[in-house]
């Protein structure tokens, strides 16, 4: 009748058979991605024990710190409370980004002082190829832009045509590092032209970064994940 108290089961005597299958099903939900100290049990040959999350998360590699769908924004934004000093590399994954206005360019927007300014001052080297043009297109600049042009071909807005890459940055959180940036990115340009493009970016500061802001050269992002990660 529900009254059964500890003193009345010896110990190591509920075996297996007692356990009902929904005694980890019937429990309250933890929907998030334990912390480090959070203990689950295991079977040490044999032997149960608890062991903390820490010791079996993914181990060294990228770990996930967020998403944003872009609804018809203006721009997506990754602030202090995503880009911190707990990692030292980051990578932006982009995929499915479509613009709202055709023959715009993607690109990257940086700040060390949680999008209060931009840095400006930031070099590139740039090389792209279109399927339908059997040259190699490089570009360069020198200190002379304030942004991160990741696309430089025109990207169309038709239905079908968009733009995904993935973006690392490099050094964001070192003082003796100035930011570096290598992203690769395909798009959709607006004749339907597959557009292979390849770039470095950097940014002579040694503040941390603590803000990233993707957008198009004009107008919205109509739609497009933009999933953030991080490394040590």
């Not at 007692?18 to 019937?26: C, M, T, V, W």
């Not at 334990?34 to 149960?48: F, M, V």
């Not at 700040?111 to 399927?131: A, K, P, Q, Y």
């Amino acid at each position: 009748a529900d009254a059964i108290t500890e003193a009345k089961i010896a110990d190591d005597a509920v075996e297996s058979e007692h356990l009902n299958n929904n005694i980890i099903s019937g429990q309250t939900e933890l929907a998030a991605t334990p912390a480090d100290t959070d203990e689950l049990l295991i079977s040490d040959a044999g032997t149960l024990k608890r062991i903390d999350f820490s010791y079996i998360k993914t181990a060294p590699g990228f770990t996930k710190i967020h998403s944003i769908d872009a609804s018809n924004s203006s721009n997506v934004n990754f602030d202090n409370n995503y880009v911190t000093s707990t990692y030292r590399t980051y990578l932006l994954i982009c995929d499915g980004i479509n613009n709202a206005t055709d023959n715009t360019n993607f690109r990257l927007k940086l700040s060390t002082d949680n999008g209060s300014s931009f840095l400006s001052g930031i070099s590139r080297v740039h090389v792209s190829v279109e399927d339908d043009d059997s040259s190699v297109t490089i570009t360069n600049n020198d200190e002379g832009a304030s942004t991160a042009s990741i696309g430089s071909r025109g990207q169309g807005n038709a239905t079908g045509e968009h733009g995904s890459g993935a973006i690392f940055i490099y050094g964001s959180q070192d003082s003796n590092s100035w930011i570096n940036i290598n992203a690769q990115y395909v798009s959709w340009g607006n004749s339907m032209e597959l557009t292979w493009e390849d770039s470095v970016h950097g940014a002579r500061s040694t503040d941390a970064l603590n803000y990233i802001r993707a957008e198009m050269s004009s107008g919205n992002l109509t739609s497009g994940r933009f999933t953030l990660y991080g490394a040590n």
